[in-house]
């Protein structure tokens, strides 16, 4: 699945590789200035630039100007079976969720400020406006794609919490450092 998307959209990959590169970047800049925990800049850099090059990128150059109305929006139920059994674009959107939540929620617990949590809600938003206004394959705004992706980022948030919290524990106990 991932490499037949990949094959369609060839500058999703040329974008999630500029992401993971400002990620490590900004990740370094953290480690200098000792503002946040690098390891959860780079998590949260790295998932929302992956997200901005999967979802704004790809098509919008190759199918010239083309307008879709976002009037059809539905929402659907997620297909949990393709979530535990492969990769589809339904559980992919899920999967993006899951990562940005978790590295929302890292960073946010790390700075004590909400805005990471803030951009990572608005971003599947802004990612399903922009389909439905830009040029692309893509079929525009999708309330099935928005609703899988906010899914993955509540999962996503959980998990961050939990990681959290494991975090500062084996920080208090085996004094980690900052993590």
């Known amino acids: ?5 990949f094959r369609e959209f060839p500058l ?19 480690l200098r ?3 946040a925990a690098p390891l959860r800049v780079w998590w949260y850099a790295a998932a929302l630039g992956s ?11 190759e199918a010239g100007w083309r ?5 059809g929006l539905h929402v659907d139920a997620p297909q949990w079976d393709a979530f535990v059994t492969g990769i589809d674009s339904r559980s992919l959107n899920v999967w993006i969720g899951v990562l940005l939540g978790v590295g929302a929620v890292l960073l946010a617990l790390d700075l004590r400020r909400w805005w990471p949590v803030v951009v990572v809600l608005a971003a599947p938003f802004v990612a ?15 309330g099935e794609d928005l609703g899988d992706n906010l899914y993955g980022i509540v999962v996503g948030a959980v998990l961050g919490a ?18």
């Open 12 to 30: 999703a990959g040329v974008g999630v590789v500029l992401a993971l590169l400002v990620a490590t970047v900004l990740a370094a800049a953290a």
């Open 67 to 71: 307008w879709r109305s976002p009037l």
């Open 51 to 61: 997200y901005v090059a999967i979802t704004m990128v790809p098509g919008a150059f």
């Open 1 to 5: 699945m991932l490499d037949a998307y």
């Open 33 to 35: 200035t000792g503002a």
């Open 162 to 179: 939990v990681g959290h919290l494991c975090l500062v524990w084996a920080e208090r106990r085996w004094g980690t450092g900052h993590v």
């Open 128 to 142: 399903e406006w922009w389909q439905a206004v830009m040029p692309t394959l893509r079929d525009g705004l999708s």
